[in-house]
């Protein structure tokens, strides 16, 4: 299972990166998929992705929140856990071996970067156009082998954060220079990780 952390996402507040890092975002493909997952697509959406609309400003905001209110009076039982949270062997956690007759148990930790921060988290992404059928908006998070703190807790994969000063040239490849994108992941922007297990 790929390591996941907790993201902010703020519509609202991505505006800074905006206009920091001349970043895009389309208000009315927010609204397209809240839509589509409302009216029954399989269609995975992040919990946090939707919190900046709980507090609508425009109207394309208000229709979203109320996707949102649908979806969740009919699916509440079924969200997903946090993305903050991960299972891990509690036998690995402990460090310790399992004994002959004892069974593996996971359990769930929720990680924390130490210092409360933004994380730009590399991502890949995908626009995949079928004929007669609706563009399929995907992304993944790039992940890398662990730190220290999070491989001790039995986990065997962490996001990349990059660094501020590599989002321009993260965002704006250069197809024929790839080692400068494996340079940018290879020097992350990373954080110490606290974790606890998950009430």
Known sequence: MC?????VA??????????????DIDIHEFVRLYWE???GSKIKVPKAMGMPFFDPHTDDERRIKTSIDAFH???????EQDLANENVSRHALE???????????NIVLEF???????????????????KGEPDLLSFAIITADPPPEIAIAGHDRCIVPIK???????????????????????????????YRIAA
């Open 3 to 7: 390591y996941s952390t907790q993201i």
């Open 10 to 23: 703020d519509y609202r507040k991505f505006r800074k990166y905006v206009k920091t890092f001349g970043a």
């Open 37 to 39: 997952r409302q009216s």
């Open 73 to 79: 009076a009919d699916q509440i039982a079924k969200l």
């Open 95 to 105: 460090r310790r071996e399992l004994a002959e007759d004892e069974k593996d148990e």
């Open 112 to 130: 924390k970067p130490k210092l409360s921060q933004d994380l730009l988290v590399a991502c890949l992404w995908s626009r995949s156009q079928g």
């Open 164 to 194: 501020p000063e590599h989002v321009d040239a993260w965002l704006n490849p250069d197809p024929r220079n790839l080692a400068a994108q494996y340079a940018i992941l290879d020097d992350p922007d990373q954080p110490y990780y606290q």
